[in-house]
């Protein structure tokens, strides 16, 4: 796994005054890391459609999960808790503050919106301090701004704007490496739908397109809806689902998801990651994680006060895309098909130095899809990377 030792350096005004850190600058020589924030995508869960919705959408024998559509399962949330496992024990051993005593300087804030990020919280919360009396929180009522500030209506992306940055990334579904991909899910799950009349809508051929419903933009189109039947086999696997789930993809399952994955990464490119939609969906978010980490007040999310040193964000891969957009950032596995698979963690990190200047650092942790599917995290550590941000993080 190629590694960037690029990270982003800021130094603050001499007027800016960050709090909290005092006693690990005096104790320590070398940087000192004052501050993390932690994105965590949800564990893995059930499509969220149902398994006849989903035949319905793309002429293939999906299987019945052990819980209803868009539920974190048991098993998912056992290998997320290896996850946090291996992210806790890295910051430990990095003598960070806040995971070596109970205290007030952990926040956890998940997407209520969704029961699986409500849980992925909570497993976060008991990881995390497990002597402590640390808990998850959310917003209870109606959509939450930092998770999608669009569907809160406090933002709305210009139209006009998203049409044109929509068609200037068209030639992502034009690569070579997604049309193998449609090529491939079209054998697997209706090889004949192109050529068969009333099964167009199984035909993987159409060209992508944007559909407003309201103020949000929506994509349409074969990556759509392979991307969407891409991500699905792949939380199969993750589950531990037999190879003959997979039709005629069941001799090499992991050979099948690299082929098809770049679908739903293109599906990412098309629209979430345009940066005037990721802006609009996750500003919210952007903000407060600058704001956090600039020791300024974050006024959308409760409860982080001038102690609080460790902020968990418990959301969906559409917020780490979003993230992506804004700072700038870009990242790929070898072991991973999926660059924003469950479990994955964007940490944020503010590193300060002995002449005071302040670095944030931007790392990103997975688990290859093997240790998805057997609940493991073993390889987490080795396999984290450092990030270069090409937009700045801190004001």
């Known amino acids: 796994m190629k590694k960037s030792g690029y990270a982003f350096i800021l130094a603050l005004a001499p007027t800016l005054f960050l709090t909290g850190c005092s006693e690990d600058r005096i104790v320590s020589s070398g940087p000192v890391l004052e501050k993390v924030v932690l994105l965590s995508r ?3 869960r059930s499509p969220t459609a149902s398994p006849a919705a989903l035949r319905d959408k793309t002429g293939f024998d999906w299987p019945q999960w052990s819980v209803a559509p868009g539920e974190m399962t048991p098993h998912g949330a056992e290998a997320l808790g290896a996850m946090i496992q291996v992210v806790r024990m890295h910051y430990q051993n990095l003598g960070f503050s806040p995971l070596g005593s109970c205290s007030n300087m952990v926040r ?43 569907a809160a209506g406090r933002e709305a992306p210009q139209k006009q704007e998203t049409e044109q940055a929509f068609a200037s990334v068209q030639p992502v ?20 739908a192109c050529q068969e009349t009333g099964r167009k809508a199984w ?16 994509l349409a189109g074969a990556v759509a809806r392979g991307g969407m039947a891409a991500e699905s086999l792949l939380l199969l696997y993750a589950q531990g689902f037999p190879a003959e789930v997979f039709g005629s993809g069941k001799a090499d399952v992991p050979a099948l998801l690299k082929t098809v994955m770049p679908v739903h990464e293109a599906e990412s490119l ?9 802006r609009a ?18 006024a959308d999310i409760p409860g982080v006060t001038p102690s609080t040193r460790l902020l968990v964000l418990a959301g969906h891969d559409t917020n780490q895309d979003a993230m992506a957009a804004i700072f700038g950032l870009s990242w790929t596995f070898d072991d991973q098909p999926d660059s ?23 790392r990103v942790f997975h688990q290859s ?10 390889g987490v550590e080795a396999s984290m990377q450092t990030l270069e941000p090409h937009n700045p993080i801190l004001p």
């Open 173 to 192: 579904a034009r690569t070579l490496e997604v049309q193998r991909g449609l090529q491939a899910l079209q054998a697997l799950m209706a090889p004949k």
């Open 270 to 278: 098309l629209l979430r990651r345009l940066p005037v939609v990721a």
């Open 203 to 218: 035909c993987l051929r159409d060209k992508p397109v944007l559909e407003w419903k309201k103020t949000e933009p929506h």
């Open 340 to 362: 924003t698979a469950p479990d994955t963690v964007l940490a944020f990190e503010r590193w300060r130095y002995p002449d005071r200047h302040v670095e944030v650092r931007v």
């Open 108 to 150: 956890i804030w998940a997407d209520g919106a969704d029961h699986r990020t409500q849980q992925t919280g909570q497993v976060w919360a008991r990881g995390l301090a497990p002597d402590c009396h640390v808990s998850a929180q959310w917003q209870e009522q109606g959509a939450d701004p930092v998770y999608n500030a669009i």
């Open 42 to 44: 949800h564990g893995i």
């Open 369 to 378: 899809l093997e240790e998805l599917r057997t609940g493991q995290a073993a």
């Open 281 to 298: 969906r996750n500003g919210v978010m952007a903000q407060s994680i600058r704001a956090f980490l600039a020791d300024r007040p974050v």
